[in-house]
C-alpha cells in the first residue's frame, strides 16, 4: 500500500526536476557553456583533480567556473578560490542536508554566478554516488570518480552513476600497488554497467593520466556547440535502466 503510494510522489519530484534542469539546459546554450556534473563517493578526489586540471585549462585559454557543493563548510570553493576563477559554494544543510544537487538549488546559484566570464562549468556535486546519478542539473557532461582505495567493485554496488557517465576517472592509481586492487575487476565490473564509458586511470600528485584526460576534454569542449544541441539523456534513461535491475 505505501509503496503505491510513493511511485506517484517520486515521479512528481523528478518531472518537477527535469523542467527546471531544461530551464538551466537552455541558459547554457544561450550563454555556450559547457556544463559538467562530477559525481563520486566523498573523498574520491574530485577537489584535488580540479586543483591539478584547473590550471592546465586556464593555460589553454579556457575560462573556467566552479559550483562546489557540500552538505557542510565552503573548504572546497576556499581550495579552488586560489586560481581567481568563479567559484561559488553550495552548502545543502540550509535546505534540510541534502545528499546531492537538484536543479531548483543549481538555478538559484546561476542567477548570482557570473556566467559571461565562463565557458566551461564544473558543478562538484554533493559526495555520493546514489542519489545524484539520479538527478539532472542541466549539464552536458557527467563524470564519475573512483579512488583505488574504493574498491573494484563500486560499479556492480553502485550502477546507476556508472551507467549514465560520459567518463569515468580512476584515481589515486599510485598507491594501487600498496592495495589488493585488481584492475581487470574493475573494467569487468564497468563493462557490464556501461560498455562504451570512457576511462582514464590518474594520479595528481604523480601527474599520472592528467595529459590523456585534458585532451579528451579539450575535445569535449571543441564539439560543445553539437553537445549542447542535444537534451540530456542520461536521466531520461536513468530509470529505465533502474527499474530493469
Known sequence: MNETKK?????????????????????????????????????????????????????????????????????????????????????????????????????????????????????????????PAEFDIGEALRIVFLSVTEGEDKPLKYPLAFHVADCAVITKIDLIEHLKFSKQKLYDSIRKINPKLVCFEVSCFQSIGIDQFVGWLLQQHSNKSELLKHEHEHVHSAHEHKHSH
Open 7 to 131: 511511485i506517484p510522489i517520486v515521479t512528481k519530484v523528478l518531472d518537477a526536476n527535469s523542467r527546471i534542469a531544461n530551464e538551466i539546459r537552455h541558459l547554457f546554450q544561450h550563454k555556450n557553456i559547457l556544463a559538467i556534473n562530477l559525481i563520486s563517493s566523498p573523498g574520491s578526489g574530485k577537489t584535488t583533480f580540479l586543483e591539478t586540471v584547473l590550471p592546465i585549462l586556464s593555460r589553454h585559454k579556457i575560462r573556467c567556473g566552479v559550483i562546489a557543493a557540500d552538505i557542510a563548510t565552503t573548504r572546497d570553493a576556499d581550495r579552488l578560490s586560489k586560481f581567481e576563477i568563479p567559484v561559488l559554494q553550495i552548502t545543502t544543510e540550509t535546505f534540510g542536508g541534502a545528499c546531492h544537487l537538484e536543479a531548483a538549488p543549481v538555478r538559484q546559484a546561476l542567477e548570482v554566478f557570473p556566467l559571461d566570464k565562463v565557458d566551461l562549468l564544473f558543478i562538484e556535486n554533493v559526495g555520493n554516488l546514489v542519489c
